[in-house]
């Protein structure tokens, strides 16, 4: 069993017990958090579509830990003008264990 489920703005493909890493989520560590956005479920082979939605359908998931990304280098540069900018930034993740997927 299967969802695609909408967290933070970016649609994931989970199941129960795995663990993903998402935008950060404003929760407290170890906090329980529901995602109400489910775009389709598959149960054995019986694939549930919503319009955009599935009503009443919900993925619980646990706040494991809030964490940095690796580091991303963004390199700028112009030949022959001496023009030459280096920049990086770690993006905020947030590590969410799937607890399960309600119908």
Known sequence: MYAIVEIAGQ????SKDQKVYVNRLATEEGANVTFDKVLLVDNAGTVTLGAPAITGASVGAKVLKHLQGDK???????RRK??????????????????GINI
């Open 11 to 14: 649609q994931f493909k989970v």
């Open 72 to 78: 991303v280098i963004v390199f700028k540069k112009k």
């Open 82 to 99: 001496g023009y030459k900018k280096k920049n990086g930034h770690r993006q905020a993740l947030t590590q969410i264990v799937i607890e």
